[in-house]
């Protein structure tokens, strides 16, 4: 039993520490950092292009994602068979609200994976092209990067509203 024991405070500790970095981050991102790029706007070109580029950040916030969610897929299978059978389990309050989180964790790692990073390329992939231009880029160049700025941002938002869902649900999941 003491096994036992100390392997789900390994995974809560991991889930829990990863959870935090990843929403903490999201969240200085999403309110400090893309208005404060936006208002200074050419001249934070160069700061995102290091902190999403050289620094990865969009990899880093993913790798962080996927460690809360594995970790916390490890706690969720386990607080199931407590329960006895899935019935059970997604029958009670507790297990709505664990479903709920882990669902709203697992779908704003996916808007991660599959919105943001490649986005994210994309971004610089078109930075490095109006670097290249001699002078202020192309309005069509222009209006791709406003693009891709502006879905980057609803991604950013989005996920930041995911990551506080699921935390509220596993906050008071005990409580309901």
Same mark, same amino acid.
């Given at each position: =039993?003491?096994?036992?024991?100390?392997?789900?405070?390994? *995974?809560?500790?991991?889930?829990? =520490?990863?959870?935090?970095?990843?929403?903490?981050?999201?969240?200085?991102?999403?309110?400090?950092?893309?208005?404060?790029?936006?208002?200074?706007?050419?001249?934070?070109?160069?700061? =995102?292009?290091?902190?999403?580029?050289?620094?990865?950040?969009?990899? !880093?916030?993913?790798?962080?994602?996927?460690?809360?969610?594995?970790?916390?897929?490890?706690?969720?299978? $386990?607080?199931? $068979?407590?329960?006895?059978?899935?019935?059970?389990?997604?029958?009670?309050? *507790?297990?709505?609200?664990?479903?709920?989180?882990?669902?709203?964790?697992?779908?704003?790692?996916?808007?991660?994976?599959?919105?943001?990073?490649?986005?994210?390329? /994309?971004?610089?992939?078109?930075? !490095?092209?109006?670097?290249?231009?001699?002078?202020?880029?192309?309005?069509?160049?222009?209006?791709?990067?406003? /693009?891709? /700025?502006?879905?980057?941002?609803? *991604?950013? !938002?989005?996920?930041?509203?995911?990551?506080?869902?699921?935390?509220?649900?596993?906050?008071?999941?005990?409580?309901?």
């Amino acid at each position: =039993m003491i096994a036992t024991s100390a392997y789900l405070i390994v *995974f809560r500790i991991v889930h829990v =520490m990863a959870g935090i970095a990843w929403a903490g981050s999201v969240f200085l991102f999403v309110v400090f950092v893309q208005p404060s790029v936006a208002a200074i706007a050419p001249a934070g070109a160069p700061f =995102m292009g290091e902190l999403l580029g050289k620094r990865k950040l969009a990899d !880093r916030l993913i790798a962080l994602g996927a460690t809360t969610v594995i970790g916390g897929l490890f706690l969720y299978w $386990h607080d199931w $068979h407590d329960f006895g059978s899935f019935g059970d389990w997604i029958g009670s309050r *507790f297990g709505v609200a664990m479903t709920i989180g882990g669902g709203a964790a697992i779908v704003a790692l996916g808007i991660g994976i599959l919105g943001t990073r490649p986005k994210v390329v /994309q971004l610089l992939s078109l930075g !490095r092209q109006a670097a290249e231009a001699a002078g202020p880029p192309p309005p069509e160049l222009a209006a791709r990067i406003g /693009q891709t /700025q502006a879905r980057l941002k609803i *991604f950013a !938002r989005t996920t930041l509203g995911l990551i506080a869902l699921a935390a509220l649900a596993m906050a008071t999941a005990r409580y309901l």
